[in-house]
């Protein structure tokens, strides 16, 4: 089973028709829209009303308030909401909207790596009760998992990427958003690490200076932010 795996990603996208891949893609994406946006209600839950008062107190203030002393990201995103106008509702929409987006692109890794069958896979996870729930709740939670899910694909693809270039945008991708994930979550600190020594380790097997000089100007410019949210009370 190991081997078929390994020559699935070192092969991508054998075994089934481009037409029909692109297919299963593009149903899974419809099921993950369907199923993430039922209902736009936004939920309260445990430190949801820290966010949001620190939110509000950023607003106020005009420079980054945490009640909690955690979650810079999403209070961030909530200040932003509220300053255009927005309300908590619309907090539920970018979560879903994103939940949806990493979905997708989860979607266009797994058909694209393996049999069509584990669509099925991203089906069900799109539609796990569980997770539906954090993306109505105001909390990081959502955010933090879509951005996770799809820095860990981007990885994947880059990878298997013959194009340095496109390997390069991957990447730097990736680290952004595995970087955004951190700022939402202090748990998301160490996938940053992890994610960067990947990056590295990609940019040395591609024998690409451009790659490598990307890959370490995005970790600088993202640990500089990272450490500045740290900073902030």
Known sequence: MLKQLADRLSHPGQGHPRGLRIGAIILVMLCAIGGGTLSLAPLVWTDSTTFVSSALATLNTGSLQLHAGRGAGYVA???GLFAAGGTMTAAVLAQQVAWCASMGLMAFVVVRMLPLGYALFVMALAF???LQLFNNLILAESLYASTLVAALCLIVLATTSKRPRMACLLLAVAITLTAMAALLKAQGIPVFAAVGA???WIAWRQRSSIT???V???LAAASVVLAASLGTK
Do not use: E, T
Request: aromatic share 6%; charged share 0%.
């Open 77 to 79: 995103l909530l200040a």
């Open 212 to 214: 490598a000089a990307v």
């Open 198 to 200: 990947i990056s590295l």
């Open 128 to 130: 796990y009760p569980g």
């Open 216 to 218: 370490v100007m995005s």
